[in-house]
């Protein structure tokens, strides 16, 4: 009985120990919340750095198994929901590269929202989560009223995302668009503006749309560029007025995607339906439901006649090339000279006589034909008796050549 008891009471503290470690061990991969103030009408961009998940990985249990090269992806969603909200997208190009949130919050979209970030080790298919709690709240900033958006034609959007980047663009930008309060309103990857995916080859990118706002009015270097000849030009595609030359070479600028995002774009007026009477003021008249009917013998007869007639003529055309254009025997044996007849006579009446001669077996086989054969005195041997191993080759033909 008292061994009895002291198993239940060891069984017991074993079940607790296992609760207690399982309930630590999810403390350990719950990171804590991240509080970000985001304002709206601004670009926003959040990295999830792989090298704190990896350092976070390490940590869990004081496990070393974990190593700073495993791959992992990120599975970012809204807080009870599946997916992001609306105004925020998502981008990691493999599972050894970084991720990021990136967006523009919309007036609507001010208030708290919670992201749920949930990191994967692809080698130990472990997971760390994270919560990111944005905080959108209206912009106080003065207003950009003069947008202007660039399209790079070397950059994926990935590339652009990092803030020393961004930084670099910016700089560019005020070279030739001098103003204090230059910022990045939106970044968008050509991708979700319905461009095609680039082959797999060194130098092609996706291309980035990084749409910049200032108080400031546009230069007169970018009035020229987003002018109405600049874009006659574009569809001539003859040479453009552009600011290359202020631009760095690390952003290759389509000038002739430049455009104002406050401008509307020409649109293509809708048809105005019409009350369905005729100009004429006629009406239409529907055919009737019972239809004549329609006579197709001639229809067919032509159809099959004149194929059948097209063969005849063909035909009679072959017959009177075959047959009526040749020169006949006499013709040709009168042409040939008397010594080529003969000669060829002499070869069919050699060839005939060859011919009756194998026909009749009854003929005696030429003794010179034979196996065994004495040319002197013309006795017939019959084949020696000789091991299979004997060289056949080595056997005299005549008598003579074996006694000598």
């Known amino acids: 009985l008292f061994y009895c008891t ?3 009471k060891m069984r017991d503290i074993t079940v607790w120990n296992c609760w207690l470690a399982s309930f630590l061990a999810f403390l350990s991969v719950c990171q804590g919340d991240q509080d970000i103030e985001v304002n709206v009408g601004i670009l926003h961009v959040y990295k999830l750095d792989i090298q704190d998940f990896h350092r976070e990985f390490q940590a869990l249990q004081n496990r070393n198994e974990f190593s700073t090269d495993d791959p992992m992806t990120f599975h970012p969603k809204l807080q009870n929901f599946p997916d992001l909200p609306r105004w925020l997208r998502f981008i990691q190009r493999t599972p050894y590269q970084s991720a990021f949130l990136y967006g523009n919050p919309m007036p609507e979209d001010a208030g708290q929202m919670t992201i749920e970030v949930t990191a994967l080790n692809r080698r130990a298919y472990e997971t760390v989560r994270q919560r990111i709690i944005f905080n959108i709240q209206p912009d106080t900033a003065p207003a950009l009223p003069y947008q202007v958006e660039f399209f790079l034609k070397n950059q994926d959007v990935e590339e652009v995302l990092p803030t020393a980047v961004q930084e670099k663009f910016k700089n560019a930008i005020e070279s030739l668009w001098p103003s204090a309060n230059l910022k990045i309103v939106n970044i968008t990857s050509a991708l979700d503006r319905g461009g095609r995916v680039p082959l797999p080859l060194p130098g092609l990118k996706e291309g980035v749309y990084i749409l910049v706002g200032s108080s400031v009015p546009f230069s007169k270097c970018l009035e020229e560029v987003m002018s109405e000849e600049n874009q006659r030009r574009c569809k001539l595609q003859s040479s453009l007025n552009s600011c290359n030359y202020t631009i760095s070479s690390q952003f290759l600028v389509d000038w002739c995607k430049l455009r104002q995002p406050d401008k509307p774009l020409p649109t293509v007026p ?42 005849l003529l063909l035909l009679i055309i072959l017959a009177y090339i075959m047959f009526c254009r040749r020169e006949g025997l006499e013709k040709r044996d009168e042409r040939t000279p008397d010594l080529q007849l003969f000669h060829h006579h002499t070869i069919q009446d050699n060839y005939s006589e060859l011919r009756n001669m194998a026909d009749n077996r009854e003929v005696p086989r030429p003794l010179s034909t034979l196996p065994m054969f004495n040319l002197r005195t013309g006795d017939r041997m019959p084949p020696l008796q000789q091991p299979f191993s004997t060289d056949s080759s080595r056997v005299p033909l005549v008598m003579a050549e074996q006694q000598a």
């Open 270 to 311: 809708a048809p105005t339906p019409g009350d369905g009477i005729l100009k004429d003021g006629g009406e239409y008249n529907p055919p009737a439901e019972s239809l004549k009917s329609r006579d197709f013998y001639t229809d067919h007869l032509v159809t099959m006649l004149v194929p059948i007639l097209l063969a």
């Open 6 to 8: 002291q198993s239940t």
